[in-house]
């Protein structure tokens, strides 16, 4: 099986190529990403557990999901797929805001991504997918925002970036 594409992008977002993922986080390049937030009719948001065997930050707690567009594909389409292929539900989903990031790991792979922050409202319970997720649960975002200062090692590098500077945007939608 042939692994997995990532596109790369200028600063503007611009496609610029196509690299497998793994190369791409090992030489830091910038590439396109999408991380989707799901919120519940009491204002909760849904957290996943990264599964334990990923090849970066295993198990800690992030975003209801995120990913990589595939070529040809909108954010939308990806973050729609992405949320079924990982928590086993699909929800009508907005577009939030974009912003860039770089985060370098322990094991010396590099998250250097355009992220679109994806919105989305869905009340039940996802059936997870347990190659990707170790657990989930609801939490309200002045707790989620209150546990990261508290527990910062608990949560991955892109969410505690996203909830830091978009905390409000969250909020309001």
Request: overall charge negative; aromatic content about 12%.
């Amino acid at each position: 099986m042939e692994e997995e594409k990532v596109i790369l992008v200028d600063e503007n977002d611009k496609q610029i190529g196509l690299m497998p993922k793994m190369e791409a986080h090992e030489k830091g390049l910038l590439h396109r990403a999408f991380s989707v937030f799901i919120l519940n009719d009491k204002n909760e948001l849904m957290l996943q557990q990264r599964a334990l065997h990923k090849y970066h930050s295993p198990g800690l707690w992030t975003n209801t999901c995120c990913s990589h567009q595939r070529d040809g594909e909108s954010n939308l389409e990806a973050g729609k797929r992405r949320l079924f292929e990982e928590m086993g539900f699909t929800a009508p989903l907005k577009e939030l805001v974009s912003f860039i990031y770089k985060a370098p790991f322990d094991n010396g792979l590099t998250e250097h991504e355009y992220d679109y922050v994806l919105m989305g409202r869905y009340d039940e319970d996802p059936v997870i997918n347990p190659e990707e997720v170790a657990s989930w649960k609801w939490m309200p975002l002045d707790e989620v925002k209150d546990d990261i200062e508290a527990n910062p090692d608990l949560y991955t590098a892109w969410f505690k970036i996203i909830f830091s500077r978009f905390y409000k945007h969250l909020e309001q939608f």
